[in-house]
């Protein structure tokens, strides 16, 4: 996972430096460019009145931590090629040569487009694929654009003056529509379109819960209006009587209203977070310290029964440590409630958690997760429910039905040797 932007036409590379920041809520390990010179593709920031200009902001699912791996470069024969691209490919090893999936993926589509043309050439690679990938690409023709053909990572397009710009999300373009799934367009000294079969609507429905910008319009949806109606669906299934709502910053605030609003309790913001602290979640494991990045506010909690909202419940990591906050700050009992069903699969499709071992619900019925959080109790919002709201959308990581035949032993394998290759 991370947050891809491209631009090409007038003053694209000024485009391009302007959405990075619309895209660090995606990825905030570091922040690469690429863009069209004189001489060729370079790396680094592009000057303003660039041709062309890529922008990928790092969230780290394959390759080493802690290291800016994209955009990446490829020369076959006469054509050159930089690639940004959103996603995990679980088999990039069978791509082509590379470190990781991004320069396997770059390799394979330089060769490939070389060989074949661009549009069977890509058509060619996307049909090897295990795994999900949303690009851009800066070509000789222009700027490629591909949305993943199951949908399972977004991308987005705006005309602007003087050209076009894409990115991951809207709320980076300033508003925007998305490309269908499986949609391939080439826009600049060439323009076309083609389709990369099957072309079907799988979103990541944790995009939809946790990981995109509640201001961005995606699956057909407003980001914040999916929350809302998860948090009020979490209150139909509430059993409990508590004095207030609180929830985890940032991204549960809006379930959490509704939840309140439901059940006619107050929402307070007894959880803080240190606006400097990025998101803990999609921080590499080495510097990851919840303790660090959220503060509970006594005077808010003190002596009552607080529910305490989130909208997931992953690794565990941040929620445990603001159930001690919370009851450090002397509230009477912490009701945790989480606006979508457990998360017991991994994801191979660009979120960093691989394996099975590092989820909480793995080998944890609700109970034991209740324990290993400390909570009075735990609800979650049950499956069924969750479908309904959301239709039709990836759902691997908490069923365990991927889009794509997975081997899932093999798939946990191939991601941790890519990490540590």
Known sequence: MCGIAGAW????????????????HRGHEGVGYAYISQDGVKLGPPPDDAEGALVHTRYSTSGAYGVQLQP??????????ALVFNGTVVNYKQLADGRFDGEALVRALAREIWERGLEEGVIHVYSKIVGAASLLALTPWGLLAVRDPR?????????????????????????????????????????????????????????????????????????????????????????REFDVVAYVPETARTAAEAFA???????????????????????????????DAFRAVPELVVGKRVALVDDSLIRGT???????????????????????PPVMWPCFFGLDFPTRKE???YKRGVEAIRA?????????LPLERFRQILGSACYGCFTGEYPIDVDVEEAEVAQIDSRYA
């Open 372 to 380: 290993y959080i400390g909570a009075d109790s735990l609800i979650y």
């Open 72 to 81: 990446v470069l490829a020369k076959h024969r006469d054509l050159e090629l």
């Open 9 to 24: 036409g007038r003053s694209a590379g000024e485009v391009a430096k302007r959405m990075a920041p619309w895209l660090m």
């Open 318 to 340: 941040n929620i445990r440590t603001v159930v001690r906050l919370l009851r450090d700050a002397g509230a009477r009992e912490v009701h945790v409630r989480i606006a979508s």
């Open 151 to 239: 949908g399972v990572r977004p991308l987005a397009y705006r005309h602007y003056g003087g050209g076009m710009a894409f990115a991951s999300e809207t709320v980076a373009l300033g508003g925007g529509q998305e490309l269908a799934p499986g949609l391939a367009v080439l826009y600049g000294k060439r323009l076309a379109f083609w389709k990369i079969p099957p072309g079907e609507n799988k979103l990541c429905a944790m995009e939809l819960v946790y990981f995109a910008h509640h201001a961005s319009s995606m699956g057909g949806w407003l980001v914040a209006d999916v929350r809302r109606a998860l948090g009020r669906a979490l209150a139909e299934v509430e059993d």
């Open 261 to 291: 609003e439901a059940l006619g309790k107050p929402l307070v913001d007894a959880v803080v977070k240190n606006r400097f602290a990025g998101r803990v979640f999609i921080t590499p494991p080495h510097l990851r310290n919840p303790g």
């Open 359 to 361: 989820l909480a619900a």
